[in-house]
């Protein structure tokens, strides 16, 4: 992803949640922190409301009219007066201080104490699962100036414009750069037994394939020297697994087929001639015939100086045929293999180095042993280079839930491109998922295998990977079908970073000038439109904030006036007034009262209410400064603390 890309913040609907769960606010990672540690400390502020609403269910519940002994009574005035914290300890001490003195203190105590440490246990974890309310390396949305499609992307400019020359040189250097970060991302993400860091850094899900073995040959009879192998993608969703956002009316799905084979070379394989090329000087060739490249009349030629030139490591040629390429000095191939509705990659592999062991795979076989001092035997192939056909079908649906079902023809990448250019493509696609597969297109094509092998060629193999100088590492006898499923992954990885790739632009700011930025209105929009995941960033849920403080809200409301509620309803009801009296003479202020009360200390009214209050004016002492049996060796505790307060040598008289 370009540098120059930046991610949105503020809210956004993420599609994949519906219009309402969508509902995302995406902020920087350092901020997150902050909202993350006030919706715990939010969440811990609510459950403290949530225990006195449970704890004033429960002593009215437990409220009674007739004679109870000591325990219930400090029952009551812990639910009536302790958070839960200390509800739970002082229920427990008191079930042990009752011992012996009323009955099954333990077995009356317990069950409460295990009911306040259920709340405490329920709401720290509430406040810790707060957290996931946002996602580190969640989905965020892409904001780059430098958005678009590369206005060279079909290769077709005048080799004598300088800035087209420029601008070609430019996007070969960024496909291949992205064609090797699509082999990395393949290698580490797709079928690896551990996932890397940067597998997260896309937010569509890895693209699933269906292999077919034994299936028959893409092109006509006797051309594959074994049972073709298949890959059908299946449908390959806009959103889900190339992380556009969008509504899913406005997405499209892209399938794909890959059918590839080991293809003859009997009938299509000159004998050595003699070279007539400059170059080659008194050297021989030996060509090989499946399609012709405007004046060539030949699609592959091999020099018996091979040996010396291609002695390190493989090397892998291509020729393309693009279905109906009409165009001057296009491939034409032969009708053995050619298709009118895919296009057709011929693939030859070429090592000039020995393996240690006979290879029966038929596009690596090397069979023919070297005669030589060494022990044991090594062998090499028996034949310059042999072929591997792929045929390639492209296809755009719309998406399952669509309500007008419907699917462009299988074509090759040409013919899509024609189709869209004479608006001939089909499939009843609205103008947003037009600017979609639009947008696909060239993505489509740069992740073929012809494209991609292009870009890597050797690098391509991984047999060759284990390869070192001349000494193959040595392929099993399937080895051509590890290669082509390790090309479908390639290409599927490819696809997956080129969207996101399109919505950032280039990381090089010398070639951002040869991007061009969309002029349609879904055009622009689809700069806007693209999700990845960002480690910088953290993305919360709109919903769950709004729940989390809009019930949070509600129950700190019912925490606080639920007294009040029940207490006018009872009085209006003359029913249950004596559990609202309970209520309110077990108030740690009524408590108060009654201390003083019991000193003939102040002159009380509200007596019934929660909070007691006094005559206009009246002072006095605290209660401790009356009670005259708690003594110290040099008299009252009471008078002493009052001396030591006021400054006197003796108390003043209360």
Same mark, same amino acid.
């Given at each position: 992803?370009?540098?120059?890309?930046?991610?949105?913040?503020?809210?956004?609907?993420?599609?994949?949640?519906? #219009?309402?769960?969508?509902?995302?606010? +995406?902020?920087?990672?350092?901020?997150?922190?902050?909202?993350?540690?006030?919706?715990?400390?939010?969440?811990?502020?609510?459950g403290?409301?949530? &225990?006195?609403?449970?704890?004033?269910?429960?002593?009215?519940?437990? @409220?009674?009219?007739?004679?109870?002994?000591?325990?219930?009574?400090?029952?009551?005035?812990?639910f009536?007066?302790?958070?839960?914290?200390?509800?739970?300890?002082?229920?427990?001490?008191?079930? /042990?201080?009752?011992?012996?003195?009323?009955?099954?203190p333990?077995?009356?105590?317990?069950?409460?104490?295990?009911? @306040?440490?259920?709340?405490?246990?329920?709401?720290?974890?509430?406040?810790? =699962?707060?957290?996931?309310?946002?996602?580190?390396?969640?989905?965020?949305?892409? /904001?780059?100036?430098?958005?678009?499609? &590369?206005?060279?992307?079909?290769?077709?400019?005048?080799?004598?414009?300088?800035?087209?020359?420029?601008?070609?040189?430019?996007?070969?250097?960024? %496909?291949?750069?992205?064609?090797?970060?699509?082999?990395?991302?393949?290698?580490?993400?797709? %079928?690896?037994?551990?996932?890397?860091?940067?597998?997260?850094?896309?937010?569509?899900?890895?693209?699933?394939?269906?292999?077919?073995?034994?299936?028959?040959?893409?092109?006509?009879?006797? =051309?594959?020297?074994?049972? @073709?192998?298949?890959?059908?993608?299946?449908?390959?969703?806009?959103?889900?697994?190339?992380?556009?956002?969008?509504?899913?009316?406005? /997405?499209? $799905?892209?399938?794909?087929?890959?059918?590839?084979?080991?293809? $003859?070379?009997?009938?299509?394989?000159?004998?050595?001639?003699?070279?007539?090329?400059?170059?080659?000087?008194?050297?021989?060739?030996?060509?090989?015939?499946?399609?012709?490249?405007?004046?060539?009349?030949?699609?592959?030629?091999?020099? %018996? $100086?091979?040996?010396?030139?291609?002695?390190?490591?493989?090397?892998?040629?291509?020729?393309?045929?693009?279905?109906?390429?009409?165009?001057?000095?296009?491939?034409?191939?032969?009708?053995?293999?050619?298709?009118?509705?895919?296009d057709?990659?011929?693939?030859?592999?070429?090592?000039?180095?020995?393996?240690?062991?006979?290879?029966?795979?038929? &596009?690596?076989?090397?069979?023919?042993?070297?005669?030589?001092d060494?022990?044991?035997?090594?062998?090499k192939?028996?034949?310059?280079?042999?072929?591997?056909?792929?045929?390639?079908?492209?296809q755009?649906?719309?998406?399952?839930?669509?309500?007008?079902?419907?699917?462009?023809?299988?074509?090759?990448?040409?013919?899509?491109?024609?189709?869209?250019?004479?608006? +001939?493509?089909?499939?009843?696609?609205?103008?947003?998922? =037009?600017?979609?597969? *639009?947008?696909?297109?060239?993505?489509?094509?740069?992740?073929?295998?012809? *494209?991609?092998?292009?870009?890597?060629?050797a690098?391509?193999?991984?047999?060759?990977r284990?390869?070192?100088?001349?000494?193959?590492?040595?392929?099993?006898?399937?080895?051509?079908?590890?290669?082509?499923?390790?090309?479908?992954?390639?290409?599927?990885?490819?696809?997956?970073? *080129?969207?996101?790739?399109?919505?950032?632009?280039?990381?090089?700011?010398?070639?951002?000038?040869?991007?061009?930025f969309?002029?349609?209105?879904?055009?622009?929009?689809?700069?806007?439109?693209?999700?990845?995941?960002?480690? +910088?960033?953290?993305?919360?849920?709109?919903?769950?904030?709004?729940?989390?403080?809009?019930?949070?809200?509600?129950?700190v409301?019912?925490?606080?006036?639920?007294?009040?509620?029940?207490?006018?309803?009872? *009085?209006?009801?003359?029913?249950?007034?004596?559990r609202?009296?309970?209520?309110?003479?077990?108030?740690m202020?009524?408590?108060?009262?009654?201390?003083?009360?019991?000193?003939?200390?102040? $002159?009380?009214?509200?007596?019934?209410?929660?909070?007691?209050?006094?005559?206009?004016?009246?002072?006095?002492?605290?209660?401790?400064?009356?009670?005259?049996?708690?003594?110290?060796?040099?008299?009252?505790?009471?008078?002493?603390?009052? #001396?030591?307060?006021?400054?006197?040598?003796?108390?003043? +008289?209360?």
């Amino acid at each position: 992803m370009s540098s120059a890309a930046e991610i949105y913040e503020g809210v956004w609907i993420d599609w994949s949640k519906g #219009r309402v769960r969508g509902v995302t606010l +995406t902020i920087d990672s350092n901020n997150a922190v902050f909202l993350t540690a006030f919706l715990a400390l939010f969440i811990q502020f609510v459950g403290s409301s949530w &225990w006195a609403v449970l704890a004033f269910a429960v002593h009215q519940f437990k @409220a009674s009219k007739h004679p109870q002994d000591g325990l219930y009574h400090q029952h009551q005035v812990v639910f009536r007066n302790a958070p839960a914290g200390t509800a739970l300890t002082l229920l427990l001490q008191s079930g /042990r201080a009752w011992r012996n003195i009323v009955k099954r203190p333990l077995l009356r105590s317990l069950p409460w104490a295990l009911f @306040a440490a259920l709340h405490i246990a329920s709401w720290q974890a509430a406040a810790i =699962m707060s957290a996931r309310i946002g996602a580190q390396d969640g989905d965020v949305l892409l /904001r780059s100036p430098h958005c678009g499609d &590369w206005n060279n992307a079909r290769e077709d400019l005048p080799s004598y414009d300088r800035t087209a020359a420029d601008s070609l040189l430019a996007y070969w250097r960024h %496909n291949r750069q992205l064609s090797l970060l699509s082999s990395t991302y393949a290698s580490s993400c797709y %079928n690896a037994s551990t996932e890397q860091s940067h597998c997260k850094t896309l937010s569509g899900k890895p693209v699933n394939w269906t292999t077919t073995y034994d299936v028959a040959c893409p092109f006509t009879p006797g =051309m594959c020297d074994r049972p @073709a192998l298949q890959m059908d993608t299946g449908p390959i969703d806009s959103h889900e697994h190339l992380g556009i956002n969008a509504r899913e009316s406005d /997405r499209v $799905t892209y399938h794909r087929i890959t059918t590839c084979a080991p293809v $003859t070379k009997k009938g299509f394989e000159s004998e050595w001639q003699n070279a007539t090329e400059p170059d080659y000087p008194g050297q021989r060739h030996r060509d090989l015939y499946y399609g012709t490249l405007g004046p060539r009349n030949f699609t592959h030629r091999i020099y %018996n $100086t091979s040996d010396i030139e291609q002695a390190l490591g493989y090397n892998v040629d291509l020729m393309s045929f693009l279905a109906n390429d009409t165009r001057a000095n296009s491939s034409v191939a032969i009708s053995n293999i050619s298709r009118t509705d895919a296009d057709v990659t011929l693939a030859f592999l070429i090592f000039n180095g020995i393996y240690l062991d006979p290879v029966t795979d038929p &596009w690596f076989r090397a069979n023919v042993s070297i005669e030589s001092d060494w022990t044991p035997t090594l062998y090499k192939r028996e034949r310059e280079a042999t072929v591997l056909g792929c045929v390639e079908q492209h296809q755009f649906c719309q998406p399952a839930s669509s309500k007008t079902p419907g699917c462009t023809a299988r074509m090759g990448y040409w013919q899509l491109q024609q189709a869209l250019e004479y608006n +001939t493509l089909g499939g009843q696609f609205n103008p947003r998922q =037009m600017a979609v597969v *639009r947008r696909l297109v060239n993505s489509v094509y740069d992740s073929t295998v012809f *494209r991609f092998i292009m870009q890597l060629n050797a690098g391509i193999l991984k047999v060759g990977r284990a390869t070192v100088g001349i000494v193959s590492a040595q392929p099993s006898d399937d080895q051509w079908m590890i290669e082509v499923q390790w090309w479908q992954a390639i290409a599927m990885s490819s696809m997956q970073l *080129r969207a996101v790739d399109w919505a950032s632009g280039p990381e090089d700011p010398a070639s951002r000038q040869f991007v061009q930025f969309p002029t349609t209105p879904e055009g622009r929009e689809m700069c806007n439109n693209q999700k990845v995941r960002k480690s +910088t960033h953290t993305s919360f849920s709109v919903l769950g904030i709004g729940i989390v403080f809009g019930l949070g809200l509600f129950i700190v409301f019912l925490g606080t006036f639920i007294h009040s509620i029940v207490d006018r309803i009872q *009085r209006w009801t003359h029913r249950g007034t004596y559990r609202g009296l309970d209520w309110a003479w077990n108030g740690m202020l009524q408590l108060q009262r009654l201390g003083f009360e019991g000193r003939n200390i102040g $002159t009380w009214s509200e007596k019934d209410d929660v909070v007691p209050t006094t005559a206009a004016g009246e002072k006095f002492r605290p209660l401790f400064a009356t009670n005259p049996e708690l003594e110290l060796d040099d008299g009252p505790l009471a008078q002493k603390i009052l #001396r030591e307060d006021s400054g006197l040598s003796q108390a003043p +008289t209360l």
